[in-house]
């Protein structure tokens, strides 16, 4: 232990220290009670790679910022605390972890640097899936949601009129496990399904998972320890699969296991869709969120117009650098008669989507006109060339001219928005006969 002249160290009863364990304090080093280090842990109050050990530390111009550890902390092995460092209350601190940052009471950080808040590892988590016909595909949801590494969760399952077997299965599952509840209603659409299952949900935090889709088994504990306040919502990344579990994009190597941005940087990376989206699954909310906000009943893209509504709300949103949501892509070609005229329901959202971001978030004006440029291009594509799709065609190309600029002025915008745009700027003939031929391949 190396104390200058204007040093000062304050150490807790019944603190144990291992093996080598040096501290090197020119200016305060406090250590609460009941604390565990582990061996070869290093505190410096200090610029601690000083080279001439002849001189003391204040001489040779290094600066100082004191040191508080907490009490009841377990440090692990072959840690390095830094100066100014603040250490609370309960906090676990993996071997091998480089401490440069304050560390909140009640947490853990893991040997990869990653800060889990303790407080929230037994959070009840409720888990709301809209079920209607997917006889087809659910099995494999529900079975997916009951193998979660993390088990502290409830499943509210909401009937939403089907007429095939889906009852039966989601039956089938309330009877193997408690955790599992189904209401059934009248068809209402998944809006109305989701702000069903909301009202009955228990959990303190909540997530939504499509009925034919599936999660991966850490799902719920990736979205959990991402949690970093009772306030925080927290997002997985997703990827496509087609109905024989094929892979259907590419999966990067995961960089880190996440990262905190501000709301407006959350908004931003939704917005442009790389690995994250404006969809209500893959996330986790605070089950308090909704006791302003609603999905919109009777329209369609109601995750557009929500899902932002909440980030807004939300004091930190972390992104997990996971991929533990699988959404399927159901074969659907764009030349049949799936489209209808409720369809133009995204240039409502679109529209109340824009004013409300740029009402606080001006800076996004790229980002908000390039995800409605490519929301807009997708149904446009849809429309059967008939009479009485006319005025819909035409509605959807003025919108798509006023805002087919966007993904060249928009950093980061995919290149499948950008090759769009060309073709739009093609004239609508052409961006018909090219686009459906591209999208129909």
Known sequence: MLV???????????????????????LSVTIGDDCIFGENVKIYDHNHCYQDRSKSISKQGFSTAAIQIGRNCWIGSQVTILKGVTIGDNSIIGAGVVVYQDVPENSIILSNGEIINKMYLKSLISIVIPVYNVEKYLEKCLQSVQNQTYNHFEVILVNDGSTDSSLSICEKFVNQDKRFSVLSKENGGLSSARNFGIKKAKGSFITFVDSDDYIVKDYLSHLVAGIKSETSIVCSRFFLVDEKGNLLTKKE?????????????????????????????????????????????GKLYEDMGTTYKLLKLASEVVFLD??????????????????NLKKLDIIEMVHEMENDI????????????NRAFAAEVKIFLEIPKKKEFEQAQKKLWHEIKENRKAPFMTKGA????????????LGKSLCLTIGKQLVDR
């Open 253 to 297: 190597a995961p960089k880190k296991k996440s990262k905190v941005v501000s709301i407006e940087e959350s908004i931003k990376i939704i917005l442009l869709q790389n690995g994250y989206d404006h969809s209500a699954w893959g996330k986790l909310y605070p089950v308090s969120f909704f006791e302003t906000i609603s999905f919109p009943e």
């Open 358 to 369: 740029l009402a606080q978030f001006p800076n996004l004006a790229c980002q908000i006109k």
């Open 4 to 26: 200058e002249k204007s040093g000062k160290v304050i150490i807790g009863n019944r603190v144990f220290f291992n093996n080598f364990c040096p501290i090197n304090a020119m």
């Open 414 to 425: 995919r290149l499948k928005n950008k090759l769009a745009a060309s073709l739009a700027f």
């Open 322 to 339: 996971a991929y533990d949501y699988a959404y399927l892509q159901q074969p659907n070609s764009i030349m049949n008669s799936s489209f």
